[in-house]
């Protein structure tokens, strides 16, 4: 059976947005402006107005010349950390940051952004204890709470997530974005049905959130219901054309629907889109062999194995391809492969235990199959496996 690739979840984090990165070096002395003409509160406001163009660097000159005129301007400090975090410099955005707070510790954004910044360099631990300053200075300071969720989440701590998030949503209930993250952490808990619900609210406050319909989709496919993930899927789509996931994930529904023709379109956009993707290759070459299309199935398990050689999957899936074409040779080729890279592959097992007794070495077939059992005791294919391996002991007799 096919089996649908697992649906990406958007990381909690999500409500931290970060612009794209730009090119901004620290100032050297021949570039910063002097602490001559123009003063302190001036270019501030320059900095200011150099950031909401989006002038990254400009705005870290005109900060850095505001902070030569005033050296206590904790708020230059703090907006020149924005600017450097908005262009990936994390580390001298904590360094402003801090600079900032040592200079005024009672500014509870400052506390939020810096924890930011830790958070987007791996520093979780360090990101919960400014958020948490941030909502000590400020027990309304919605942001703060869905951002320690988001980082709470990070560690797994899923309880607490959930619990910063119901504070947010408490605070603001026309923001999305606790919603949305909410939903990650019951999907994550595997409560399935609140996730739907939390990511239907978040589409309701903003219905062009494409995450919030690929996210609702995934939890819908887990759940079977197929078809409502599909025009989850589809509304993604809609709103974000290049969404490679969205295609391969429509594309799995699909093929679980038996809709191979729209399944193998679905699989080949998603290619397109991700053309080194190993998994849509061999998800693509599964549609093409139940559509009875051996040959261009063979073809795609080889195009996976050559971008991912490691992957025992794609040998598996081809050696069965071969099996069905009646090339036992490279079939058990293939499924010796697929163990070599991975000896605990249960199907494999049961695959190559199956060619050899096509082949009549019973001996062989009996001991993969064997193993098999060992490997799979939950198997719905056990007892018939069984009863298979006691035929070929009475028929090597």
Known sequence: MLVIGAVMLLAAACSIPTPAPADVPAPTETEMPTAEGPGADELYLQGIDH??????????LSFSAAIAADPEMARAYASRGLAYAASYSFNRAIEDYTQSIEL???????????????????????AIEDF???????????TAYYNRGAAYGAQGRLGEAIADYDRAIALEPELPVPYFNRAEAYSQLGDLDQAIADYTRAIELSPEAAEAYYNRGGAYAYMGELEKAIIDFTRTIELNPNSAEAYYNRAGAYAFLNDLDQAIADYSKAIELLPDSAEAYVNRGHAYALSGDLVQAVLDFSKA????PDMAEAYLSRGLTYADMGDLDKALTDFDTALELNSAFADAYLQRGTAYAAYGEFDKAIDDLAIYVELAPDSPHREEVEDYIAQLKTAEQ
């Open 305 to 308: 194995i050559d971008l991912a």
């Open 51 to 60: 950031m909401a163009q989006g002038e990254m660097r400009d705005a870290i």
């Open 132 to 142: 948490s300053k941030a909502i000590e200075l400020d027990s309304e300071y919605t």
């Open 104 to 126: 005024n510790s009672d500014n509870a954004e400052v506390y939020n952004n810096r924890g930011i910044a830790y958070t987007d360099i791996g520093e979780i631990e360090a």
